[in-house]
């Protein structure tokens, strides 16, 4: 699979991170875009657990050699990705600087498509099959443009927002900061 990395060759990552951030990256559970609700949503929270609940579990189960979501810390693929990701969800990077991070030694990353993520997160009912399939196409590195979804009956697509599930040391790299602002508003 080209999309799952086992390798010591640099790798270049990029994340929106706090200004006192200690580590390049997210971590599920803590400092990623979905890890905290907005307030008063307490709906979106339990959409969010439920989507990373089941692509956990259909990941032990079916590929268990790609990095957990949950034990993984959450980059983005290029700075484009990025920038898509704040443009889909300012809200998430408000007041986040953006970060490039570099690998160092060993690690293991796979890359995905994280409007799978949106389109969980939707406000819909969903059948177990539905989120198996949902799942399977997450894992196997499909992007949601390739497929044809649909959301209240009307076709659902997205551009793509590549993440990345890296599990490895990570150091970060210099460079000028970019504001999680919109521009114009920095």
Known sequence: MDHLLK???PLELYAWLDEDAALPGWDILVGNPFAQTLPEDHFTTVQNYFAEYHLEYFRQRIYQNFPSRLHALLLFATRVDAETFRAKHPARVFGKTLTRARSKG???CSFHDSSWLDYLRLPHSLSL??????ANYYWQGALVEEVGLTFLNENW???PVIEALFQGTLEAVSSSPQSGWLPGFA
């Open 129 to 134: 099959s539905t989120l198996d399939e949902i």
């Open 7 to 9: 390798d010591s060759s």
């Open 157 to 159: 697509q997205e551009a």
């Open 106 to 108: 060993a690690y293991v």
